[in-house]
Every structure is written in C-alpha cells, then in structure tokens.
Nanobody, 123 residues
Framework: QVQLVDSGGGLVQAGGSLRLSCAASGRTFSTYGMAWFRQAPGKEREFVAAITGSGGSTHYADAVKGRFTISRDNAKNTVYLQMNILKPEDTAVYYC????????????????WGQGTQVTVSS
C-alpha cells in the first residue's frame, strides 16, 4: 500500500524544462515499480516512462525518449520526471503511478495513482 502525491507541474515555454516529483508513503517503496502517465483533454491516457524498484532499469515512450528522464531516490521515497526540450504536445495532466508487480507501459499494472499535476507548454 502506497500513497502518492504528484507535484511540480506548471506553465513553461516550448524548449523549456520542468521537473515533476512524486512523494510516496510507505516503508516498502523500493519494492514498487513506478511510472509516469499523462492525459491530455479529449485523449486517452498514455504511458510516459517507467522505472524498476531499484532504479536499475528505465523505459520511455518514443515521444519522450531523449528528452525526459525518470529517476527515483528510495531513501526519500520520491520519484522524479525531468522534462527537457518541452513541446506543446507534452501538455497534459501527468500522473505518478506505483505497481506492486513488474513495471511496464501497461497502465493496468499500476494499482496506486497520484492526483495528477498539470503541465502546460506554450508555443
């Protein structure tokens, strides 16, 4: 069982950077795979990035590969999403998610979700 709180969203210009944070409760945080998803108005939720419990492996959607970096600090029970070279199409509500199973791109793997944080990228 984990509780997730997303933060760090905001308004930035195209080409800018933003770092999202996801603070988790629970002493077993390091056993959970973590991920970021996003959802734009009128669109389906889409996978952004995932990281294993140890932080040893990461996976990214093609749309963000090379621009976004997911990381975690298990000592602080926190997951981050560093977003660089932001584009208007990155505009969405971003959600942190935790999986008690293997991490991956399928949202059904993730049992626990943050409340979401809005990212808006202006052109």
């Amino acid at each position: 069982q984990v509780q997730l709180v997303d933060s760090g969203g905001g308004l930035v210009q195209a080409g800018g950077s933003l770092r999202l944070s996801c603070a988790a409760s629970g002493r077993t945080f390091s056993t959970y795979g973590m991920a970021w998803f996003r959802q734009a108005p009128g669109k389906e939720r889409e996978f952004v990035a995932a990281i294993t419990g140890s932080g040893g492996s990461t996976h990214y959607a093609d749309a963000v590969k090379g621009r976004f970096t997911i990381s975690r600090d298990n000592a602080k029970n926190t997951v981050y999403l560093q977003m660089n070279i932001l584009k208007p199409e990155d505009t969405a509500v971003y959600y942190c998610a935790a999986s008690p199973y293997s991490s991956g791109s399928n949202g059904d793997l993730y049992r626990y979700w943050g409340q979401g944080t809005q990212v808006t990228v202006s052109s």
